[in-house]
């Protein structure tokens, strides 16, 4: 069901999960207004948030609000709560779920902050969260965007994108997540916001790699650009309209996650082409690097599809140990295929994509010339 709007000063909110976005998220919903419980697994941590309004591992030098309130106990923090915001690791969220489900109130909104796929089922989180909530969709927010949580901690102007089948839903969620330095825009495309965050965080780590291996601006930008060809062919496949993937969930975050020293997929990466094994650099990356683990459900999804990733497949095999570091490059054409079709440069790419066109402009025609994607105020 979805919720009306609500005033959003005094709001009860929970935010599941202490890590860098978390608390970041908790942060901003606190500084617009909101009254927020923040849930950390660890009882140490909650408590120096609590009492010290600190969380110095993942937010070194950040002053959290004074009205933030955090606990170790899932259940005090979702009393309550109208809205429940997500930010634990994907490959967790399914039993995150399962914990926090008797403690949530049933007409909750449930928001994911994630970027990711869960690996053993390929779906997006909020697939995951309608299916163990056992919810409608339109009770489901995402929100993604060009996020890099320090900066944001640090309140550097930004901004991102709610999205919900339920435009209401998606407005209510961005009424209480904006603040001075947050800005929240709103669509209705879940499908193309939540792939936009996750694929991106593929082509950061390719740009990582070729980073570390020492190749310059051209490399990279070749692969930020046919990345987002990447991006968007295997998004629209899946529902997602076009200039989702052009808007703050898509091309906004793959310029903040490709360029920052922040990022850690783009880390992640650098350790790889500087010549690390996987295993030493996922040792070493105390923080959760989504990308790592959507190389594979994402490959299967696209194969399914008939969808090309020459790209990601490139991460694939550099992660496999098949493919040096060096030799991974934009050179994402084999010689049998037809001129004019996958080496046509853009995102008309042979007769499926051109159905897909004309289809989209059909239903924007419909739709009084706006389709359900695209940043809205
Ligand atoms: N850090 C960032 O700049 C941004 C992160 N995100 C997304 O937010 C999600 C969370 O990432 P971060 O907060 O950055 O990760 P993080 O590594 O900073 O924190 C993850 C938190 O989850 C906890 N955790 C680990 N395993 C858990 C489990 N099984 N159950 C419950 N909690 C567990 C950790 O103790 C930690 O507090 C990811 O999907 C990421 O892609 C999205 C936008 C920005
Ligand atoms: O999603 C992010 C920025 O928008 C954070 O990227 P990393 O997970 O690579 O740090």
Redesign the pocket.
Known sequence: MARAAAPVHGTRVAVV??????TTFAKILADGGADVVLW???PELAREIQEGKRNSD?LPGVNLPMGLRATSRLDLALAGAEHVFL????Q?LR??LLAAGPHLHAQATIVS????VEKSTGLRMSEVISEVLRIEQEQVAVISGP???LEIAKEQPTAAVVSSTSLETAQAVASISRNRYFRSFVNTDVIGTEFGGVLKNLIAVAIGIVDGVGYGENTKASIITRGLVEMTDFAVAYGAHPETLSGLAGLGDLIATSQSPLSRNNTAGRLLGQGYHLADVVNQMN??T?GLASVGPILELARAKGVEMPIVEQVRQVLAGTLAPRDIAPHLTTDDEPQGERTMDGQAQGGSALRRAVKRTLDQLRNGGRGAGGDRP
């Open positions: 999960g202490a890590g860098s976005w978390g950390a697994r660890r993942y930010s634990v690791p994907s967790s039993e995150n902050l994630m970027k990711g996020n890099l949580a923080q959760t989504e």
